[in-house]
């Protein structure tokens, strides 16, 4: 494909997005942008999510993995449904229960001040750095086969997109996104299936035989048994449930897509959809990544030194211009979810849990809204300076590091709320921000020489499970023997 070709998908695509927000933010008002006037109809919240979930970071990362891991990220995969199955039936619940916007104002209710400031902090702390890497990895691609053809500097791409992004979001927020988010999810999943077929039909093989050579090759190995291996399996899967929680559960973007649909019956079902659906998706996703490896060495292809390259090598340069031309709109659909959905929810978070708009009864809505446009515009450009640093620094798959930061970041969250649900204590409120910031350096020490202190464990993605627990342990250490009602 042509630099010329790959743009005007680019703007084709653009351009279709922009015509769903006219036609979706037509007298949007701040309820609207916020939650969507909670008549998001479930079935499309659910499809749409499956795109937010998976982004740039699943789309290219995960089929790169499985030449090092296999198919061990099936299993975290797999405890994806015992977590979704929490957010259900526990949180959703209690979302619902207390008519929430943020989810974080639930922690002032349940402990205080500090606390409520203290987990909207650490939300958005963790959603600049995801979407950040998320959209980093599919802007990257961009500048590689497209601008780069042009002298166009990385940082003007990156404002490119974030510009556009801010134009279709600035109006109707969540509203706009439910249903940005179906299309960009059909794309996403036309580009996936669509190369798996084409490398099947370079290869003259079915799709089962596609599968059965790379069982074979042992690129489908799901089962790591070395307790001591950042994959052991049992790991992996409970690692997979507390990922979810925290990355879900405790997310507003994930949970301002849920508290748009009309009742808490229809999010319940929406989350059991979705669930069953992602486990489905990503699955393929692995299969796609042993079928990349199984072209390169049918076709003689030098791997890549980044795992991330080795699906946009192949669908650009080996397959023909169709499955370039759907994997370069595949990776445009991926790269919108993972910052336009971030601009939202922090936009939310900060205007309500900050700044207290829905509190300030005496500013008119126009005044509401202009705080908010400024909000969502300084944001843009604090995911924009986020970028640029990354790519500076990264250095391996990127899903790994988007995992890892998130076992420090999320960690305090999923401890603020274990506390608050599982017991009746309250705590001392100005002390909750130090316990905060102290358990993710103890985290990260314990972590750093695991191998010495635990006689060559290794920490993976469980990490994120001992940084909620040190944070849980604290808060009991500071709590106090008056009870509030969790």
């Not at 089962?223 to 992996?236: A, E, P, Y």
């Not at 390169?296 to 980044?306: H, Y």
Request: hydrophobic letters at 55%; aromatic letters at 18%.
């Amino acid at each position: 494909m042509t630099p010329q070709s790959i743009l005007l998908a680019f703007l084709l695509y653009t351009a279709l997005l922009f015509f769903i927000t006219w036609l979706t933010a037509r007298k949007a008002t701040n309820r609207a942008f916020y939650i969507g006037n909670k008549t998001s109809p479930w079935y499309v919240v659910s499809y749409g999510m499956i795109g937010a979930s998976l982004s740039g970071v699943t789309f290219m990362s995960v089929p790169g993995w499985v030449g090092d891991t296999q198919f061990s990220y099936f299993l975290v995969v797999a405890g994806y449904l015992l977590g979704y199955a929490v957010i259900a039936l526990v949180l959703l619940p209690l979302y619902y229960r207390m008519n929430l916007t943020s989810i974080y104002s639930y922690l002032e209710s349940r402990f205080g001040f500090w606390s409520y400031k203290t987990g909207a902090f650490y939300f958005i702390l963790s959603r600049v750095i995801g979407a950040s890497f998320r959209m980093f990895l599919v802007v990257n691609v961009l500048q590689v086969f497209v601008f780069d053809a042009w002298k166009i500097p990385f940082a003007l791409t990156v404002l490119i997109f974030i510009v556009l992004i801010l134009l279709y979001t600035f109006k109707g927020g969540i509203k706009t996104i439910i249903w940005t988010d179906t299309v960009q999810t059909t794309f996403m999943l036309l580009a996936v299936f669509l190369s798996i077929f084409l490398i099947a039909k370079n290869m003259n093989l079915s799709l089962a035989g596609l599968f059965h050579r790379a069982a074979d090759d042992g690129l489908t190995r799901i089962f790591n048994t070395d307790w001591s291996d950042r994959r052991f399996f049992v790991k992996q899967f409970f690692s997979g449930m507390f990922i979810t929680i925290v990355m879900t559960g405790l997310d507003q973007e994930m949970m301002q897509k849920n508290l748009s649909c009309r009742n808490l019956k229809d999010a319940q079902k929406n989350m059991f959809t979705f669930s069953g659906v992602l486990v489905f998706v990503n699955f393929i996703f692995l299969f796609l990544g042993a079928t990349l490896f199984l072209f390169a060495n049918f076709k003689g292809i030098a791997l890549p030194s980044r795992s991330d390259d080795l699906f946009p090598l192949i669908a650009i340069n080996q397959l023909g211009p169709l499955a370039g031309l759907v994997f370069i709109i595949g990776l445009i659909s991926a790269a919108y979810p993972s910052a336009d959905g971030a601009l939202t929810s922090l936009t939310t978070s900060f205007s309500i849990d900050f700044l207290g708009l829905q509190k300030k009864e005496h500013l008119s809505e126009k005044k509401k809204e202009k705080i908010r446009y400024l909000v969502h515009v300084s944001f843009a450009f604090i995911l924009l300076a986020v970028i640029i640093l990354f790519r500076a620094i990264n250095d391996r798959a990127v899903i790994d590091k988007l995992f890892t930061v998130a076992g420090y970041t999320y960690g305090p969250l999923l401890g603020l709320y274990a506390f608050g649900l599982f017991t009746r204590k309250q705590v001392k409120d100005k002390l909750v921000p130090f316990i905060a910031m102290i358990s993710p350096v103890i985290c990260y020490l314990l972590s750093r020489y695991s191998v010495l202190i635990f006689s060559g464990y290794k920490f993976g993605f469980e990490l994120l499970i001992l940084n909620g627990f040190i944070t849980f342990a604290g808060l009991f250490f500071i709590s106090r023997k008056n009870s509030k009602p969790a």
